[in-house]
C-alpha cells in the first residue's frame, strides 16, 4: 500500500501533473513517483486552489524558494499584500505563505489565493489567536476545535500547506523557556503561543495528541503539513540544544505516521545557526526525519546583520542546500525591524535564489549538481562571447542585466572594465 | 634579523601605532609583533599619505574589508569617485582601492588619498596601460622602466598597498588563455594585460624577473605588495586549474623572498569558485603561500547572479573566512555589469561585513571566533530585553535599525509581530 492508495486526490493530482512536472524538473516520471511515494518528495496542491500550478519540492527537483507575506497587527493592508505577492512572483519565487495577523484574516487569504498561481501556505493558529487579541482576550486560550475547525476553513478554502507545531511537547518548551537553558527561549511565534497555552492550561499541545485529527483533514484536501520548529533556535548560542533536537525527533515520528496516513509532510529547519553548525545541522535533521524535504528559515548564520539578514540567511541557505536542504525561506532586510514592503520581499526572493542556486552546483545530489552546473556553464560561455542577450537568460533576473546595461547597451564590453575588457585583451 | 631590522620605515610605523592597535584588535602588543614579524600579518601604511589610520590584516586581527571604486573609460568622475569613498567609509570599508582606468589618473589618486583616511590601493598597471590606450596604441606595449616608474610615482604620491602581477608565467599564462584549457581564459585585468604583453614581446613578466626591483621601491616607502592573482577562476569551471595552482606557488616563493628582504606581502585568492571548493582553495592558499594575509575577490559562488554578485560573495566569503581568509574584497550589484555606483558601493561592503562577521563565528582561530561571538551574544541578549538602543549599538550597521522602526518607534515589539511577539508571549 502507498501514499498514492490512501490518498486518491494526491493521486489524482500526480497524474494530472506529471508530465509537466517531468520537463520543468528535468526528472524522469518514475523518478517523481518513487520520491513521493518514500516521502522524499512532495507535490504541493490543494484542488480547491483555483488556477493552481502544483509544484514539487524535495530533490533531486530543484530546490525552491518561498516569499512571506502578511499583514500585521500594526502595518500592511490588502492592496500592500497583493503588491507584495506579484513582487514575490516576478522575482521567481515558487511558493507564497500569508501569515497575515492584522485585518479580516479570511478575506485577505482568499484574495491572495486568488491572485496566487503558485502554491500558498500559512500558519492556522495565527487565525485563531488572532480572533482573541481583538477581543482583548489571552490569545493563548483558544480551544482545541477552534485550532481544528480553523485549520478545516482554511483548508477549504483552498491553502496549500500549512505550519502546524506539533512537535513542540509541553515539557521541552518549558525547558526552552527557562533563561537558565536559553538566551532568546522559544522565537517562533506559533510555538510561543502553543508553548504559553500548554502553560497555562497545564496540558499537552493538541496537535501531537491528536494527530490523527489533522491527517484526517489534511489527506481530504490533499494539504501539506509542514511540521513547524515551535523550538528553533532564535540566537547561534541557542543552535543544537537539547530542545531542538528534541522537537526534531518527534517531528521525524510523525512524518512517518503522516506517510503511513498518506499526508504529505515538510520539516521546518532553523533558524539561528552558525555557519560551522549547519551543515551537522542538516544532515542530522535528514537523517532524523528519515529524508522528508527539509523547508529551512536562513539559517541566520549572524545574529548582528538586521537590515541585511537577507544576506546572513543566503549564507547559511547555500550551505544548508549544499547538505541537502530542499526548500528555502526567504528573510528580507526588514527581518527583526519591521513588516517588509514590496522592494523587501524582491530583494529577499533573490537572494534566497542565489543561495539556492550557489548550493545546488555544490549539492551532494548528482542529479541536482548537474543540472545546477549546465546553467553554470551556459553563463561562463556567454561570458566568453560577450554575448549579452544569453547572459541575461542564464542569469537568474535578466531584466536586472538589461536595465544596468541600458546606459552603455551599444558597447560590447561592460562600463566597468571598456577598453581594459580582459576577454577583448587576448581575443586572437 | 626581522623585517623590522629591514624595513625601519615599517618598524617606526608599528611603534607609533601599536597601543592603538592593540586596543583596537583586542590583542596583545606581542602577538601583533610576531605575526607582522613571521608575515601572517601586515601593517598597511605609507608615511607619505596624510592623515592615515594605519590598519593590521592577518588574524587573529579582525577580518579586514576592501571596497573597489574608480572611474572607468566609459564612466565616472571624480565627484563621483569621491562620493564613492564616502559611501565606502560610512558603510565600515576598512580600506578602499582605486581601480580608474579613465580621465586624469594621478590627479584622481592625489583626491582620493586625500579623502580617505584608511589605507588607499591601487593597481599601477592599469595607468600604464591607459596612456597607451589614450594614445591610440597597444596597451601591452609599454617598457619595464614606464612600469617600475609608474610605481614609484605612486609608492611616493602615498599609495599604501598595491596590486601587482608578480606570479603569471609567460607560459601559465599562454595555457591559460588557450580555450582548450579554460572556458573564460583570463578575466584579471592586469593579468590580462601582462598576459598580452608576454604574448606580443615574447618575454617573460618583469614583475617576476625583476622582483628585487619592485622590493626595493616597496620597502622605502613601506608599500605592501598585494601579489596579483592573475590566472585567477573566472568561472567556477576553471577553479582549481592547473594555471591557477602554477601561480599561487610563484606567490608562495615571492611572499617568502619579500619577507626575507623586509617588505610585507598580502596573496591575492580566487574569484570563482564553487561553494563545495571553497574551504580547500583557502586552506590550500594558505599552506602554499605560508600563512601570509590572503585577500580574496567573493570568491563567487555562483556564475549566475549578475545583479546579485555581492550575494554571491558574501556566501562564498563566509566560507572563506571560516576556512581562513583574512581580508575580502567586495564585490557589488554591479559586478559583471557596469561600474558601480554609491549605492552599489554600500551595498557591497555590508554584504562583505556580514561575510567577515558570519565566518568569524565560526572561524577555526580562537581568538577571533570568541570576539566574534561576544558581539552576537551581545545582540541576542539585547533581542531578549527588546532593548532597541542595545540592538542597534551590536548591530553591523546601527543606522538602519533606527531607519526602519522609525514609523513604530514607540512600539516595545517590531512592526512584524507586535502583539504577536515571541519574546512578549512568554514573559512572566
Redesign the interface.
Known amino acids: 500500500m502507498s501514499i498514492f492508495t490512501y490518498n486518491p486526490v494526491l493521486a489524482s493530482l500526480v497524474d494530472a501533473s506529471i508530465e509537466r512536472l517531468a520537463g520543468e524538473e528535468e526528472l524522469s516520471a518514475s523518478v517523481i513517483r518513487a520520491a513521493v511515494e518514500n516521502g522524499s518528495m512532495v507535490l504541493l496542491g490543494n484542488p480547491a486552489h483555483k488556477n493552481l500550478r502544483p509544484i514539487l519540492i524535495g530533490q533531486p527537483a530543484r530546490v525552491k524558494v518561498n516569499a512571506n507575506i502578511g499583514t500585521?497587527?500594526?502595518?500592511g493592508t490588502l492592496d500592500c499584500e497583493i503588491a507584495k505577492v506579484r513582487a514575490a512572483l516576478e522575482a521567481g519565487a515558487d511558493t507564497v505563505m500569508d501569515l497575515s495577523?492584522?485585518g479580516d484574516l479570511t478575506a485577505i487569504r482568499e484574495d491572495i489565493l486568488a491572485a496566487c498561481p503558485v502554491p500558498l501556505g500559512t500558519v492556522p493558529v495565527?487565525a485563531v489567536?488572532e480572533r482573541y487579541?481583538r477581543e482583548g482576550k489571552d490569545?493563548?486560550l483558544f480551544t482545541t476545535d477552534e485550532l481544528f475547525g480553523e485549520i478545516e476553513k482554511q483548508a477549504g478554502q483552498g491553502v496549500d500547506y500549512m505550519t502546524v507545531h506539533c512537535g513542540i511537547t509541553r515539557e521541552a518548551a518549558a525547558w526552552a523557556?527557562d533563561?537558565k537553558n536559553r538566551?532568546?527561549?522559544?522565537?517562533?511565534?506559533g510555538?510561543?503561543?502553543h508553548?504559553?497555552r500548554m502553560?497555562e492550561y497545564g496540558e499537552e499541545n493538541p496537535l501531537l495528541e491528536q494527530f490523527d485529527r489533522l491527517l484526517a483533514i489534511a489527506r481530504q484536501h490533499n494539504v501539506t503539513l509542514s511540521l513547524g520548529d515551535a523550538l528553533r533556535p532564535?540566537?547561534?548560542?541557542?543552535a543544537g540544544d537539547a530542545a531542538q533536537w528534541d522537537e526534531v525527533i518527534q517531528l521525524g515520528k510523525l512524518a512517518a505516521r503522516a506517510l503511513e496516513y498518506g499526508v504529505q509532510c515538510m520539516i521546518e529547519g532553523p533558524g539561528h545557526v552558525?555557519?560551522?553548525?549547519v551543515e551537522a545541522q542538516i544532515s542530522c535533521i535528514k537523517r532524523l526525519t528519515r529524508n522528508a524535504p527539509l523547508y529551512v528559515l536562513g539559517p541566520l548564520?549572524?545574529?548582528?546583520?538586521?537590515?541585511?539578514d537577507?544576506?546572513?540567511g543566503?549564507?547559511?541557505g547555500?550551505?544548508a542546500v549544499?547538505a541537502g536542504t530542499d526548500f528555502l525561506c526567504y528573510l528580507t532586510p526588514?527581518?527583526?525591524?519591521?513588516?517588509?514592503d514590496a522592494a523587501d520581499v524582491r530583494e529577499g526572493v533573490?537572494?534566497s535564489r542565489?543561495?539556492a542556486?550557489?548550493?545546488e552546483?555544490?549539492s551532494p545530489n548528482p542529479l541536482v549538481r548537474a543540472r545546477a552546473?549546465k546553467?553554470?556553464?551556459a553563463?561562463?560561455?556567454a561570458?566568453?562571447r560577450l554575448d549579452w542577450a544569453a547572459?541575461a537568460q542564464?542569469?537568474?533576473?535578466p531584466a536586472?542585466?538589461a536595465k544596468?546595461?541600458e546606459?552603455?547597451a551599444s558597447?560590447e564590453a561592460?562600463?566597468?572594465?571598456?577598453?581594459?575588457?580582459?576577454?577583448k585583451?587576448?581575443r586572437r
Chains 1, 2 share one sequence.
Open positions: 500585521s497587527p500594526l502595518s495577523t492584522g495565527y489567536a487579541i490569545p493563548a523557556a533563561p538566551v532568546l527561549g522559544i522565537v517562533s511565534r510555538g510561543a503561543i508553548a504559553r502553560r532564535g540566537a547561534g548560542q541557542d552558525p555557519l560551522d553548525q548564520t549572524t545574529d548582528c546583520s538586521p537590515g541585511y537577507h544576506i546572513a543566503a549564507i547559511g547555500a550551505a549544499r526588514a527581518e527583526h525591524l519591521t513588516l517588509p533573490m537572494a542565489v543561495a542556486q550557489a548550493g552546483t555544490s552546473k546553467r553554470e556553464q553563463m561562463s560561455a561570458r566568453k547572459m542564464h542569469a537568474l533576473d536586472v542585466v544596468r546595461r546606459p552603455h558597447e561592460c562600463a566597468m572594465c571598456g577598453s581594459f575588457c580582459s576577454v585583451m587576448l
